[in-house]
């Protein structure tokens, strides 16, 4: 009776396991509960080229860790100007809820009369979605780097500015950072500020940074988050690392084309030592050999 | 004592032994004659078509060749160890036991580098070894020592065989043919036992013990080195060397054990291989087999510990595919030999031939996976190959040729005691020396 009573009760937790399980699996996704984080940013890449990213998302409400990418939607991107839209191109979010586009460095933008740029990332919305839509303000802002040494101190010179309608170009102020090539993110070695009208600043490099197997070493410019120009990057090259230096250090002997010296030195010790005790054996036999047949003949056998 | 008559008992004593060969002597050959020549149908076959043939691949590419070269050779190294020792130990019972090691270890020496020549593929490329040979490797490192200790065992093997060479050469009533008294008469080099001969062998002896004991050591210091300087997980080890010299010398002194049984057995040599002989050897195999299985326990067990990807796949790979292999080498291969050594009441000649048995099966496996299991268990996984190439399994041909290698050595050992008596009469005849002038310096003493 007791084990029926068990059997009985095993069967039924078993089942309302088996419920609960199907019924946690079988969970769906309800729009209400999640609220969508929608966010766009642009940043002008080395190249010239220009990035915009969509990031979208929808994050629980009740759990701020829940949070599920949106995936398929259709992001399109415009250039705007008080009414007017010129559509750039359109990106559909990947399953990591990512919606990117690049512009060409010659792209034509709609600008005011003060040179902002307005862009728009527009999501138009679906059965269980409603429309999401953000705008960035910008203006185009050109940044160079050049690294030189002078006098003989190894120099990042960062040149910022922008170009008006007559073709001039016009001093900004803006903080930059220095950032290098690092092996899994960008390292900063350095930040400043461009102020007062000038066009350049320069700063000092370290010459203590590893580069690649060819001492090459990269290093980026970078304006980030500002108000006025939003995300920009620069970068170039240069041989500055030192890696290759340390390299240099060491020297695989054994895979030379000959041995280091003490090999040779400890086995012909090893190999003499042996072989001339050889050699002593076999004199030594010959001379047994050769040994006169007098002891025999006279009997001086020994003989206790 | 009357030497000359001394010398011809013993000639009398032995000359069944070196003169007659019994039908089950005359068909013991034979079969080992028949299992080489099937043998040497396997190399023809192996020559002809290749590696390809064997179980030996891409990945996997040693097989039991190389298992049975490190066993062969462990074997030689180790006789050739204990042979030096002996020879400065001033007992009654070496002299029983002297000559079988002497001439394992010089067979071994001879039998086991051939497996390597069966390993290579290119055989014909062999003299760029010698050619262009590169100091840096332990392979040329292990060619140099291999050929200089096999020309050292040869020699120590000669020294020892010269006085029976001229006892048996000065024997008139022995019933040989000519070129046999002819070829004894070539080897005993004129050697009449006078004390200048006598005391120059004694001393070139001397010598080449303790060089055949520092040889044993280096080269198969060298031979463990071709595995341990690899960076291969399971080879790649501070104390293989040591472990090796330990496992040569438990796989060594169980074949010696074995040895004494056989040949107490069939030339009934029970008044000179006696139960001490057994005991004595016995005591030795525990103290060595204890020492073998601390040595594996600590390979192993800092390999668990250790956490390391290679190392968890490798035991992953022990202790899954090869398993029994693995039980049967580590266990019971090192504990059944320690349980019948152990107890004093289980120590008797049959039960000590037993435990070397045991031991000398669990050694070759112990080796088998050493090699095997490592190969199949790389650093890094193996990618894009055939299903078949990722496991290794031997074949006919490499059997055959395993046996054809044992059986060799059985030949030349039966083949070599023909030659000169198992117990080397020029040792008897010197002891009953040592003996006569202790007793003769004790009576003048009384006097």
């Known amino acids: ?304 | 004592m009357d030497l000359a008559n001394r010398k011809k008992e013993l000639v009398e004593e032995f000359s069944p032994m070196i003169v007659k060969t019994s039908l089950w002597g005359k068909l013991w050959i034979g079969g080992l004659i028949a299992i080489i020549l099937v043998g040497l149908y396997a190399f023809f076959v192996q020559i002809q078509k290749g590696h390809e043939i064997t179980g030996m691949r891409d990945n996997v590419v040693w097989g039991i060749y190389i298992i049975n070269f490190i066993f062969f050779v462990g074997i030689s190294y180790s006789g050739a160890f204990i042979s030096g020792i002996l020879h400065f130990y001033e007992t009654s019972w070496k002299n029983s036991i002297s000559r079988i090691i002497e001439i394992m270890t010089v067979l071994s020496l001879v039998i086991g580098p051939i497996f390597i020549l069966l390993c290579i593929g290119r055989l014909d490329r062999l003299h760029y070894l010698f050619l262009y040979p590169r100091i840096q490797s332990p392979i040329t490192w292990d060619i140099i020592a291999i050929m200089t200790d096999l020309i050292g065992c040869f020699i120590y093997l000669l020294l020892t065989f010269i006085p029976d060479f001229a006892i048996l050469r000065d024997s008139k009533e022995l019933e040989i043919p000519s070129w046999r008294r002819k070829m004894y008469k070539f080897l005993a080099i004129g050697y009449k036992d006078t004390p200048t001969q006598s005391k120059r062998l004694h001393k070139i002896k001397n010598i080449m013990s303790a060089m055949i004991i520092a040889l044993a050591i280096v080269a198969y210091t060298v031979l463990a080195w071709i595995f341990s300087l690899t960076l291969q997980p399971g080879w790649n080890s501070t104390i293989f060397a040591t472990y090796f010299i330990i496992a040569g010398l438990y796989s060594g002194v169980s074949v010696i054990i074995i040895s004494m049984y056989v040949i107490r057995r069939v030339y009934k040599l029970e008044n000179y291989l006696k139960k001490i002989h057994f005991i004595g050897a016995g005591i030795v195999l525990l103290v060595i087999s204890l020492l073998y299985g601390y040595f594996t326990f600590s390979e192993y067990f800092a390999k668990w510990f250790s956490h390391k990807t290679s190392d968890t796949n490798l035991l992953n790979t022990l202790f899954g595919r090869y398993f029994w292999e693995f039980i049967l080498a580590n266990y019971i291969g090192i504990i059944i030999p320690i349980i019948i050594l152990f107890f004093k009441k289980l120590r008797t000649i049959k039960s000590i031939t037993f435990a070397a048995i045991v031991a000398v099966l669990g050694m070759w496996l112990n080796r088998y996976i050493i090699v095997v299991p490592t190969l199949e268990t790389p650093f890094l996984p193996i990618q894009d190959t055939r299903t078949e190439y990722l496991f290794y399994s031997a074949t006919w041909v490499e059997f055959a040729l395993s046996f054809a290698g044992i059986a060799a050595f059985f030949l030349f050992f039966t083949l070599l005691i023909k030659l000169v008596p198992i117990i080397p009469m020029s040792g008897i005849i010197e002891h009953e020396r040592k003996v006569i002038k202790k007793t003769k310096n004790y009576t003048d003493g009384l006097e």
Do not use: C
């Open chain 1, 1 to 304: 009776m007791d084990w029926n009573k068990n059997k009985n009760r095993f069967i039924i937790s078993l089942i309302v396991i088996l419920l609960f399980s199907l019924n946690s699996n079988s969970q769906e996704f309800d729009a209400e509960k999640y609220r969508m984080l929608y966010n766009f940013k642009t940043v002008k890449q080395a190249d010239n080229t220009r990035l915009l990213e969509v990031s979208f998302n929808a994050r629980n409400n009740e759990d701020t860790k829940d949070i599920i990418p949106v995936f398929g939607a259709e992001i399109k991107f415009y250039s705007s100007l008080e009414e007017k839209e010129m559509l750039l191109g359109s990106s559909k979010t990947t399953k990591e809820g990512i919606a990117k586009l690049i512009l060409p460095g010659n792209q034509k933008y709609l600008t005011n009369k003060d040179g902002n740029i307005t862009l728009n990332a527009r999501f138009e919305g679906s059965d269980k979605l409603s429309e999401e839509s953000e705008e960035i303000i910008f203006k185009n802002v050109h940044l160079e780097l050049d690294l030189k040494e002078i006098e003989g101190i190894k120099t990042a010179i960062a040149t910022v500015y922008t170009i008006n309608n007559l073709g001039e170009k016009i001093p900004v102020e803006t903080d930059i950072s220095l950032y290098v090539n690092s092996m899994f993110a960008k390292m900063k070695i350095g930040e400043g500020s461009i102020t007062d009208g000038e066009f350049e600043y320069h700063f000092e490099f370290p010459t203590d940074l590893p580069g690649d197997i060819n001492d090459n070493l990269t290093a980026y410019l970078m304006i980030e988050d500002h108000e006025e120009f939003g995300n920009v990057i620069q970068k170039k090259t240069a041989k500055w690392g030192v890696f290759h230096q340390h390299k240099k250090e060491k020297k695989l002997t054994l895979w030379s084309q000959y041995a280091p010296i003490w090999m040779y030195v400890v086995l012909t010790i090893l190999l003499v030592g042996v072989w001339a005790n050889y050699v002593y054996t076999i004199i030594n036999l010959f001379k047994i050999k050769n040994e006169p047949d007098a002891f025999e003949t006279k009997n001086i056998i020994r003989n206790t």
